[in-house]
């Protein structure tokens, strides 16, 4: 069964730090980019990182500097380190594989709040 499934949310402060997981089963990890991104409440998805099959990230301008992505080919998890973060930073987060059709993971929901 080809899925992901993203662990690690919850309800943090403001400055706090969590770390996002996304485990994949099913397909062939490494072949793949795997890429996160999040829908705020009454917004649309916002695109935040990507890693590709070399573990080259890639960030959004708003995430830059505080969040990082990498990837554990033998684990075939990818996780996002979330530091510094902002109540803007409140979302559903999703990771996708650019799978054909791509994978989804069912989204993890990430509060910053006092």
């Known amino acids: 069964q080809v899925q992901l499934v993203e662990s690690g949310g919850g309800l943090v402060q403001p400055g706090g730090s969590l770390r996002l997981s996304c485990a994949a089963s099913?397909?062939?990890?490494?072949?793949?980019?795997v890429s996160w991104v999040r829908q705020a409440p009454g917004k649309g998805l916002e695109w935040v990182s990507s890693?590709?099959?070399?573990?080259?990230?890639d960030y959004a301008n708003s995430v830059k500097g505080r969040f990082t992505i990498s990837r554990d080919f033998t684990k075939k998890t990818v996780h996002l380190q979330m530091n510094s973060l902002k109540p803007e930073d409140t979302a559903t987060y999703y990771c996708y594989a650019d799978t054909s059709p791509s994978t989804w993971g069912q989204g993890i929901q990430v509060t910053v709040s006092s």
């Open positions: 890693i590709d099959t070399t573990s080259t990230p």
């Open positions: 099913g397909f062939t990890f490494s072949n793949y980019w």
